[in-house]
């Protein structure tokens, strides 16, 4: 089946330490994002990848990065220098930029 | 900037009502837009799309939204809510500009609740 895998469903961290969460697709999509969604806020595009090796700032990148070494995969690494990280990150893939996007089920960092 | 004005967090409904879900969109060249639900802990299902064919688009589970440019809306409805229907949605904008594309823009969701 194809589609985007995000792992893990859940994942736990202590203050100050990194945490990278995983997105795959097999959709064979040239671009792909990570959103961060709280409540009541909607979705906020963090970064975004027209293609492989190249990657740009959303809306709220500051505290994160990404990497785009295969067109499948664009890792997301939560640093210790986003102050609020505790929320709820969705992976998504698309043909281009402004078609529809397609997502992954989620991953729910909580950080203690 | 694109943007997305979704009116109203939260709608309550009955089983069997109509379902209307407001999405006003800003723009300054012709948009894509799209609904999308959300089900509790999961990630974001499309609905139906507007891009630039029908202006009535009609889509998955009885879903349909019509694009009115004059109004720069593009509302949701359904005829008659069913239980299952009870979730987050989200209406998006994005566009096709000379020198790109642009990604897509979310509104911040209106939670619809079915009672029956």
């Known amino acids: 089946d194809g589609g985007i895998t995000q792992s893990p469903k859940y994942l736990f961290r202590k203050e100050g330490q990194n945490v990278t969460l995983s997105c795959e697709q097999n959709?064979?999509?040239?671009?792909m994002y990570w959103y961060r969604q709280d409540p009541g806020q909607g979705l906020r595009l963090i970064y975004y990848s027209q293609i492989v090796n190249d990657f740009q700032k959303g809306d709220i990148a500051e505290g994160y990065s990404v990497s785009r070494e295969k067109k499948e995969s664009f890792p997301l690494t939560v640093t210790s220098a986003q102050k609020n990280p505790t929320a709820f990150y969705l992976c998504?893939?698309?043909?281009?930029?402004?078609?529809?996007?397609?997502f992954g089920q989620g991953t729910r960092l909580t950080v203690v | 900037a694109q943007s997305v004005t979704q009116l109203g967090s939260h709608v309550s409904v009955s089983e069997g009502a109509l379902v209307l879900l407001r999405c006003n969109y800003s723009s300054s060249v012709p948009p894509y837009l799209f609904w999308y639900v959300q089900y509790p802990n999961q990630g974001l299902q499309l609905l139906l799309k507007y891009t630039s064919a029908a202006t009535l688009v009609k889509g998955i589970n009885g879903f349909e939204a019509e694009f009115k440019k004059s109004e720069t809306s593009f509302h949701l409805t359904k005829p008659s809510a069913h239980m299952s229907d009870a979730a987050e949605y989200f209406c998006?904008?994005?566009?096709?500009?000379?020198?790109?594309?642009?990604?897509?823009?979310f509104g911040k969701g209106t939670m619809l609740l079915v009672s029956p």
């Open positions: 959709l064979n999509h040239d671009a």
């Open positions: 998006a904008v994005s566009y096709g500009i000379p020198s790109g594309y642009s990604t897509l823009t």
């Open positions: 998504a893939s698309s043909i281009r930029l402004n078609t529809e996007a397609f």
